[in-house]
């Protein structure tokens, strides 16, 4: 879980800080991209829907087919995804040779879709043939989410290549929007390490990213950052210095009451159980499992993470 919510938390913080790419249209129609809030799908998905009626009496049909894909993306955090699925047939029905852009993407979320219903497997073809649209038709920055999907997507050693493979793309590319992606790229790649029992390894990929998002990222991402690099020493035996990290991050107000510092006091808690200081680690399960037991996602693929929590806070 940690992975999947850090990852996904990062790729919608890219999203949201790049200038819509349908920008040649905005005198007419706004840059949907920007009405993205992460936090609310449900909510995001009803300002596209507002604006679905003025883009479908537009004459421009790639502008509608890109916003579907979005709503299709909406729908598939919510994990609705089989509305999510009709949606991107509704797309897939409506593009012309012409609409590159909203190919690539309903490949994107399509993909998107079959990896979050738990069919990784089927989702690989899909994303590699969004990699391959994207490269053709000039698209760096879809090109490197597609290799970066495919990072998520795969397992193991065929996970590592893509998240490889990725940040060189994202190292080549001209667009300075597209090497905004590094940030996350170097924090997928630490996850697929750590996947891989390989710390050490991980560690020195969150230090890059922490080093890279001090150049100009936001607190947020930086914390992610350097809770990634906490969660290390943790597994490396640094348990005192995770300690002091994860208890500095606690204090941010990026981390209050909300899943980030749900993670934060789980974190907290593991250490201070390690140091033999039980007494002190219950509230922070105790709070960690209030803040983290309604996540749909965590409920669905972690069970026995919340149980634990619960258990070791005392509720």
Not at 17 to 38: M, Q, T
Not at 117 to 135: G, H, I, T, W, Y
Not at 147 to 172: P, Q, T
């Amino acid at each position: 879980m940690d992975a999947r919510w850090i990852s996904l938390l990062l790729l919608l913080l890219v999203a949201c800080g790049k200038e819509s790419l349908v920008g040649e249209r905005a005198d007419e129609l706004p840059p949907f991209d920007s009405l993205w809030n992460y936090d609310d799908p449900s909510g995001t998905e009803m300002r596209f829907r507002e604006l679905l009626p003025k883009a479908r009496a537009s004459s421009d049909h790639a502008y509608t087919a890109e916003l579907l894909t979005q709503i299709a993306r909406a729908q598939g955090l919510q994990q609705k995804f089989s509305e999510a699925d009709a949606t991107l047939d509704e797309v897939d029905a409506m593009l012309t040779p012409e609409m590159k852009t909203a190919k690539v993407r309903s490949r994107l979320e399509r993909g998107r879709v079959l990896n979050s219903s738990r069919k990784s497997e089927a989702s690989l073809p899909v994303f590699r043939d969004a990699l391959q649209l994207a490269q053709e038709s000039g698209l760096e920055y879809y090109a490197v989410d597609a290799a970066h999907m495919l990072g998520i997507a795969a397992k193991g050693k065929e996970s590592l290549n893509w998240n490889e493979e990725a940040i060189r793309l994202a190292e080549a590319a001209k667009d300075l929007k597209t090497r905004r992606w590094l940030g996350p790229l170097y924090n997928n790649t630490g996850w697929t390490y750590f996947d891989m029992g390989q710390y050490s390894e991980a560690l020195k990929l969150f230090e890059r990213d922490i080093e890279f998002r001090k150049q100009g990222g936001k607190n947020v991402e930086i914390g992610i950052a350097r809770w990634s690099a906490a969660k290390m020493y943790r597994h490396l035996g640094r348990v005192e210095e995770s300690l002091k990290l994860q208890t500095e991050l606690l204090s941010d107000p990026d981390r209050q009451n909300n899943d980030a510092e749900g993670y934060t006091r789980e974190e907290i808690a593991e250490c201070l159980l390690l140091l033999k200081r039980p007494d002190e680690a219950a509230p922070h399960f105790a709070r960690a499992w209030e803040l983290l037991h309604n996540d749909p996602w965590l409920s669905r693929d972690e069970p026995d993470r919340l149980a634990r929590l619960k258990k070791l806070s005392g509720v």
